[in-house]
């Protein structure tokens, strides 16, 4: 059975060292009453086997590294390990966030660069980069948008729409800023329907929240129009740069009418997914919103760069200090590296990666949308419910061989959904190799269903009792496990 | 330089495969007007390039240079130098949220183990995955028992919490049904406590402290707690975790909610990000939890194995009605402090506490020792401790500067009639040497 740290504990090892005690320290002696009593329940494990115990973890693990990842709507590109090695560069790592402006000049330089080239590259014209990820974006992007309606004397704009193909965190951000929701349908073509917007809109409307290319990997041909109905009615509109990477040096969110958007770094920009995070999400905005840019901002001043850590117009702070400064970082290299050239080249090798999977697919899956995609495109694996099989079965059986899984069951509005996005990185042997174990997989529907339906076989773990887990919780290593309490 | 694998001849390929001709025909529902014209230029640099770019920015920082004493929710403590072997490795580095389990138990299992060192430290019963960091952690703990407390509307934050962590409170909060109230300080920075007695009533939805302080305080936290429970009010309190390994756990004083940051922990200053925002909470709050949470349970082989859990929680699932739009935390930033936490183990996480305490100690007799330099607290302390100047304080920073020390964080600008006043910090990196080095220079006026 696998065994987490907590029960290899072994009384008395260690593997920590600190510095030598000095007589000169060892007088003072904290006030008894305020000291902890309880144990700290953590296990007591050596160097060799904390080591060997988190090797072996990862060898548990699928990445980008190792497999073909094509995670529709996540963008799992290479995260090139040069941006590592900048990343963990001292003159970075021991930069602290209060230190005095003149002593993180660089810092500031690179604040100021990052947010000047993603202006140029979406079209806006001030931005932050305090924002942890692009969730916090959002939160800050629509916080703006309360702030400038509510600077026009129109507070009473408290209504979001939001597509049904939206991701999740639209219509959660919308709420935790303090707003309703309106959901707007999606047509056949899997765009967003004109005649429904028109009909939601009202002098309620604070704005729309819109992911161009959508969740279905399709830019909306309609896209003026859009910005048009939502301008006309008093709304402002919030980009959702989730879907940014087909979209760069062909065209800018500010020139569709977006007056403020948010960008996942962790995408687009090739920073590490590390399993979940960190992310950071910058905002950018037109002028008209720039005001209400969370603090602190850098200012490019005479004489260098300078911290401002208040105004009287801005929303006010969303992280602690800077944002994942160190993330950041990495993806201003990788913009370096590309330039503007690059970045495009990107954009136009991840649509044609998309639309070749897509045109090599199509035999074996119903394509609903049949249209060029972008980046990303879904496919309804609705084909083979008749055995039994559905898109969860296949995207455990593509584990056995090597690939991991695309997004599943997202967006929720096409049945037996399998989101799948190959990025520019892929080269074409990998996507035909994908295609072919598509094809296998299809075989074994038909030859042998049991066998998809139970997969992955190959695992360190096949499928696993969510429902237990959630009725019967175990959230942490039990203390009795630990061998020092 | 691109990071592109395809080559010219199988684009081309790959264009007939479609049945386009080029790229652009793919590119058709984009409006005309708006699309932009190909660069002609490549604007890009080579690795090489790109590298030694980095490195002239990096050595625009002129900070790395200085013996520094600034804190204030960013410490600079040693970082094992395992920590980044582990953290590199492929499989953690480049791996995204674990949505597919079979393929994630490594991920999963870190996520467990650093729930489980969370709880380990804080004495709490349940941890999240992690959000983003501590200001953060504070605003979606406030969140959290406002979801429990429904009915109620005031929350009592106190004014000695982190300036910035309130800031980012305050952003969440503003459009929630809640009247803040602010607990103040008194004259030695410990909170006041009559205050918050009158103001604990059947309305409150929580109290929010810190501990140790913005100032570096330990205050009272049982009398606090007391005091808090009667009216049945949750109890939030916001800590540097290496509190834990010297004065009394969240879970010993009561508390409900347990936040702050791991950053301590292993990860490098890194101008204040990545961070890592914990939240723990009793057992008894955990569906209000916000992010990710992972559990145990059995695979199909009856072999234990991990995943998400409790998800009728989160965006993806529940949309309008989550608990939080939080999906990215820190997970990797997570790794790294938990990692930090257990080369410490049970054993050395007490002696780091101790050794911080003393050091801090030692340079804070000292420092106020000298003519004109005064403690502005007397209170006990973790690793900050804040000086008061009799004399203009420019002057010691500066005197120090010159030296090549940055002695601390003036608190004028967070706090304007506390003029004169610095908050110092001492970590175990200090060595006698360089503390009585500071002690000499700012002796000297």
Known sequence: MVKTLFEKSQKGQKAYSLPKEDEAFTSFQPPQEYLRETPIPLPEVSEIDLTRHYSGLAQRNMGIDTHFYPLGSCTMKLNPRVNEWAAALPGFTRTHPLAPDEMVQGNLQLIDETLAFLCDLCGMEAGSLNQNAGAQ??????????????????????????????HGTNPATAVMAGFKTVSIPTDENGDIDLEKLKAACSENTAGLMLTNPNTVGLFSPVIMQIAQIVHEAGGLLYYDGANLNPMMGIVRPGDMGFDVMHINLHKTFSTPHGGGGPGSGPVLCKKRLEPYLPVPRVREEQDGYGIEWSNGTSIGEISSFHGNFAIYLRAYLYMKLHGVYGLRRIAEMAVLNANYLKARLGHLFTIPYSQPCMHEFVVQADNYLDKGVKALDIAKRLLDYGIHAPTIYFPLIVKECMLIEPTESESLATLDHFVEVMEKIVEEIHSDPELVKSAPHSMPATRLDEVKAAKEPILKASSEQCACC | MDFVSNTGEQAKEMLQAIGVENINSLLTAIPEAIQLDPPVKDDGLSEYEGMRHMEALAAKNTFPSFDHYLGAGAYDHHTPAYLSAICQKSEFLTAYTPYQAEASQGMLQTIFEFQSAVCALTGMDVSNASVYDAANACAEAVLMAKRQQKKRRKVLIGASLHPHYRGVVDQYLESQDVDLVTVPFRS??????DFLEEAVDEDTVCVLLQYPNFFGVIDQMEEVSARVKKHEALFILCANPLVYGLY????????????????????????????????????????????????????????????????????????????SNICSNQALAALATLLGVLWYGPEGVKKLALTNYQRSAYLKEKLTAIPGISAYSNAPHLNEFVIRTEGPLDALIERCEKEKIVPGLPLERYFPNMKNHLLVCATEKKSKEQLDRLIEVAGRG
Do not use: W
Request: proline share 4%.
């Open chain 2, 248 to 323: 009394q756990s969240a879970g010993e004083l009561g508390a409900d909610i347990a936040v702050g940051d791991m950053q301590p922990f292993g990860l490098p200053l890194q101008f204040g990000g990545p961070y890592v925002g914990y939240i723990a909470c009793r057992q008894g709050l955990v569906r209000q939890m916000p992010g990710r949470i992972v559990g145990e349970t059995f695979d199909t082989e009856g072999r234990r194995g991990f995943v998400l859990t409790l998800q009728a929680r989160e965006q993806h699932i529940r949309r309008e009605k989550a608990t």
């Open chain 1, 137 to 166: 974006g959002e939160f800050v992007g629509i916080r703006m948008i309360a702030a400038y309606h509510r600077e026009k004397g129109e507070s009473h704009r408290n209504e979001l729409l939001i597509p049904d193909s939206a």
């Open chain 2, 188 to 193: 030695d920075g410990t909170l006041d406590i």
